[in-house]
């Protein structure tokens, strides 16, 4: 009796477990840069589109001051080698849910993109709720580090979105 109970209880375990899904996209409206991350067996498919070019993708999140102008353009230039659109892979063994909405992976791939190698270290989802007097804005924020060979610090795209804008699968 208690070996069928602990087969059906790892068996009920292992079904729930691989009915987690780590899917999701998240595009603004008017849409600009979007991120998709689909399910390929064991990898994580990350796609990133830049819907009006490399010229308006997002390349820094933060305060800037004149003397990072300089910086922000060697970034910027580096970064648009990634192109309008692009796929970088994690293993899903690598991949986490924390709560609805709220993810990480690690350990994406290396890949050459317009000629300069760049890896997906990490990407990133996080619920940010900014209260101003009364009002509570709730958004999405998702980050992806990209590691530039030969170029230092690892970037960041960092992108957020209306909670509308997103969709997790279940």
Same mark, same amino acid.
């Given at each position: 009796?208690?070996?069928? $109970?602990?087969?059906?209880?790892?068996?009920?375990?292992?079904?729930?477990? *691989?009915?987690?899904?780590?899917?999701? /996209?998240?595009?603004?409206?008017? *849409?600009?840069?979007?991120? &998709? $991350?689909?399910?390929?067996?064991?990898?994580?498919?990350?796609?990133?589109?830049?819907?009006?070019?490399?010229?308006?993708?997002?390349?820094?999140?933060?305060?800037?001051?004149?003397?990072?102008?300089?910086?922000?353009?060697?970034?910027?230039?580096? $970064?648009?080698?990634?192109?309008?659109?692009?796929?970088?892979?994690?293993? /899903?063994?690598?991949?986490?849910?924390?709560?609805?909405?709220?993810?990480?992976?690690?350990?994406?791939?290396?890949?050459?993109?317009?000629?300069?190698?760049?890896?997906?270290?990490?990407?990133?989802?996080?619920?940010?709720?900014?209260?101003?007097?009364?009002? /509570?804005?709730?958004?999405? *924020?998702?980050?992806?580090?990209?590691?530039?060979?030969?170029?230092?610090?690892?970037?960041? &795209?960092?992108?957020?979105?209306?909670?509308?804008?997103?969709?997790?699968?279940?």
């Amino acid at each position: 009796m208690h070996r069928c $109970l602990a087969l059906f209880l790892m068996v009920s375990f292992v079904a729930e477990a *691989k009915q987690i899904s780590f899917d999701f /996209k998240c595009e603004s409206n008017p *849409k600009t840069t979007s991120f &998709i $991350l689909e399910t390929s067996g064991e990898e994580m498919l990350l796609t990133t589109k830049h819907v009006n070019g490399v010229d308006f993708m997002p390349v820094h999140e933060g305060i800037i001051t004149p003397h990072d102008l300089t910086y922000l353009t060697e970034v910027s230039t580096q $970064l648009k080698h990634m192109g309008m659109q692009n796929l970088f892979r994690f293993p /899903k063994s690598r991949c986490k849910i924390y709560g609805e909405g709220v993810m990480s992976c690690f350990g994406g791939n290396s890949q050459v993109l317009d000629g300069v190698k760049m890896q997906a270290l990490s990407l990133n989802t996080q619920k940010v709720t900014t209260q101003l007097f009364d009002d /509570k804005v709730e958004s999405i *924020k998702v980050i992806l580090d990209v590691n530039i060979d030969g170029f230092t610090p690892v970037q960041e &795209i960092t992108m957020e979105y209306s909670p509308d804008d997103c969709i997790f699968s279940k």
